[in-house]
């Protein structure tokens, strides 16, 4: 089942189970999926891979919102991203844990013959094709810094 089509049920679903957050959620990503489909260039049809970019974009949003508000405590308008992100992050693929995500990269600077901060741009290239959806950029780029100064 698409996302899209699978996000009109889950609407449908939250409209009656009368579910305000989720269904705020759920039409941030019918929105962004429809900007997506009729933005120029686009064929009409989102791949996987492009369905996930969108989701991990909506969720980078929710994520610097949130740091924003708790920042200016604002914990009315943290809750409401909260909640979303909950929602987005239902239909994102499994996040890596920092073990597998520390052996993925350690399998990539071995691979890429990389040895020093040098070769960062080397690893980071591979790393984020390989990792795409499965881990967050900032983890990823921290962790190669750290593994490739020691």
Request: proline share 1%; no cysteine; aromatic share 2%.
């Amino acid at each position: 089942m698409s996302l899209e089509l699978n996000i009109n049920a889950e609407i449908k679903a939250a409209m009656l189970g009368k579910k305000e957050a989720d269904l705020r959620a759920l039409r941030a990503i019918k929105a962004a999926i429809l900007v997506a489909k009729t933005a120029e260039g686009a064929s009409g049809d989102l791949s996987e891979a492009d369905e996930s970019k969108l989701l991990q974009k909506l969720a980078k949003q929710r994520k610097d919102s949130l740091e924003i508000f708790r920042a200016q405590n604002r914990e009315d308008l943290a809750v409401k991203e909260e909640e979303e992100l909950a929602v987005i992050e239902r239909f994102l693929p499994k996040q890596m844990d920092e073990a597998e995500l520390r052996t993925a990269i350690t399998d990539i600077i071995a691979s890429t013959g990389a040895s020093s901060p040098a070769d960062m741009g080397k690893v980071m290239g591979v790393a984020t094709k390989q990792l795409a959806g499965k881990a967050d950029g900032k983890a990823i780029s921290a962790l190669v810094k750290e593994l490739l100064t020691k």
